[in-house]
């Protein structure tokens, strides 16, 4: 059973950093692209970022390339999110997610999610 477990949410000022990580089990997480993907009060889940199995390549949303990095490690089965230059508009709850299958081309290729971490970036 895929579990997705995230962590390292919290309360910053704008221009603050906070790293969130997500630890994965019961599945071969080295095999599966992975995502980040938020949900902000009365706004529907939008995808953050997304890297391949082996880490060498990513994906990002367009409010949060050059300020958000998305890696992995997958000898420690986790997944990371490195936001810089936080913004009020970044608060949201943060959701890791696993991919269904081996694909990584869109945002649509995720199916499995952990319970999520709040950000909350205010002055």
């Known amino acids: 059973q895929v579990q997705l477990v995230e962590s390292g949410g919290g309360s910053v000022q704008p221009g603050g950093s906070l790293r969130l990580s997500c630890a994965a089990s019961?599945?071969?997480?080295?095999?599966?692209?992975m995502g980040w993907f938020r949900q902000a009060p009365g706004k529907e889940r939008e995808g953050v970022a997304r890297?391949?199995?082996?880490?060498?390549?990513?994906a990002y949303a367009g409010p949060v390339k050059d300020r958000f990095t998305i890696s992995r490690d997958n000898a420690l089965n986790t997944l990371y999110l490195q936001m810089n230059n936080l913004k009020p508009e970044d608060t949201a709850m943060y959701y890791c997610?696993?991919?269904?299958?081996?694909?990584?081309?869109?945002?649509?290729?995720?199916?499995?999610w952990g319970q999520g971490t709040q950000v909350t970036v205010s002055s």
């Open positions: 997610a696993a991919a269904l299958g081996l694909g990584c081309y869109s945002w649509d290729v995720f199916g499995h």
């Open positions: 890297i391949t199995f082996n880490g060498y390549s990513a």
């Open positions: 019961g599945y071969t997480f080295s095999n599966r692209c």
